[in-house]
Structure formats: structure tokens, C-alpha cells
């Protein structure tokens, strides 16, 4: 019955192998990619940062116990880590994950350290890299989730100057030395600080 009432709204289409989507679903997934987008000068802001670092440069938000993808600029380079926009990353690891969790309450903290791999045991860690991030105002990972692969992130806060998103760069971990960290921090601190004075929004939580 549920299939037949999708149908009947033109959401689904039968076809000779079964059901693919129909217009209604389509013209829903048009309305809500134009309803939200990032302004035109935010990503031309994330284009420059990632031909100037030769590094992919990711914007992330919290949604729930995991983070979200919701653009990217990926490295040039032939060996560089990318992420598809719209994946649901988890928040137990990843410099990302460090600034959206900088000033979340210890009750989120201890859902995330549930899910981790260490268990509740992993929220005193978790603990500490938000007072970190809170601290020095960016966060770095180096293999947290994936051998061999490191990231650089700092926050973009909203109006009421919480986080609302991570702005990172990530890239194989032999081309994070301490030098570049410190570069590529330096830049997505500026770039983040562009996107926080002209007010930032995402489509998975109300404005701040």
C-alpha cells in the first residue's frame, strides 16, 4: 500500500526492474538544494584555500552523534583523501569532529564515547580535545580514523558565537609535518573568520 501510494504521488515509478524515483521525488530534491547553498563567496573562499594548499579543503556540521559533509574542494594532487558531500562521518575521532564537539555538553560527549571504539572509556579523551580546541582555536588529527591520513580544523561560529561547523583541510599524513599544520591552521583561520562575520546557516539545524 505505501508503494502504491508513492506512486500514486509520482514519487516512485514502476519500470521493468522495479521502482526508480519519479519526478515528484526529483523536483523535492531541486527545492531543497536551491532552499540552502553555500553563498557564492564562501566557496570561492574554500576554492582558493585549496589551490594556495594544494590540500582538500572540507566543511563539516554536527548532526546528532555524527558529522556531515556539506561541501568540499578536492586537492589537485594524485594522492590526496576526499569524502563524497552528504556523508555521516562519526565524531569519535578527526580534527573535525574535535571543533564541533569544543563546546558540546558532556551528555553528547558520552553518546559519542559510547560509539568509539574504546568505548566510555573514551570520554576523557574526548573531554580533552574539546578544552584543546576550545583553547587554541584549531584542532589536528593524525590517523584517528584513518591510517595515514591527518587533518587540520578550526571552527566557524554563528551569530551567537557557537560552532556551527568545522572548516578543515585533510590530506595524507606524510605531507602534514608540523610546519604545514601550523600554515594550513593559519589559513583556515582567516577563512573561517570570513565566513563567521557574514553569518552562516546549514540545512540540518536552525540558524544560530
Same mark, same amino acid.
Given at each position: ?13 514502476? @519500470? ?13 530534491? %531541486? ?28 566543511? %563539516? ?34 580534527? @573535525? ?40 582555536? %584549531? ?70
Amino acid at each position: 500500500r505505501l508503494v502504491h501510494t508513492l506512486e500514486q504521488s509520482g514519487l516512485l515509478w514502476a @519500470s521493468s526492474g522495479g521502482y526508480m524515483a519519479g519526478p515528484g521525488l526529483w523536483r523535492w530534491a %531541486y527545492l531543497a538544494r536551491r532552499s540552502w547553498q553555500l553563498p557564492p563567496e564562501t566557496q570561492a573562499t574554500m576554492r582558493d584555500l585549496g589551490a594556495k594548499h594544494q590540500e582538500t579543503v572540507n566543511l %563539516y556540521v554536527l548532526r546528532d552523534i555524527a558529522r556531515v559533509c556539506i561541501a568540499q574542494q578536492e586537492s589537485p594532487r594524485p594522492l590526496r583523501h576526499v569524502v563524497q558531500v552528504g556523508d555521516e562521518l562519526p565524531l569519535w575521532g578527526g580534527a @573535525s569532529s574535535k571543533i564541533l564537539l569544543s563546546d558540546a555538553p558532556e551528555t553528547l560527549l558520552a553518546r559519542v564515547a559510547r560509539r568509539s571504539p574504546d568505548g566510555e572509556k573514551h570520554l576523557e579523551t574526548l573531554k580533552r580535545w574539546a578544552a584543546d580546541a576550545r583553547r587554541d582555536g %584549531y584542532a589536528v588529527s593524525h590517523g584517528e580514523r584513518e591510517d595515514g591520513i591527518s587533518a587540520v580544523a578550526v571552527p566557524v561560529t554563528g551569530r551567537s558565537g557557537a560552532v556551527v561547523a568545522a572548516l578543515a583541510m585533510s590530506g595524507p599524513t606524510l605531507r602534514f609535518s608540523a610546519e604545514r599544520v601550523a600554515e594550513f591552521a593559519a589559513g583556515l583561520k582567516l577563512a573561517a573568520a570570513r565566513m563567521s562575520e557574514r553569518g552562516f546557516d546549514h540545512p540540518l539545524g536552525p540558524a544560530t
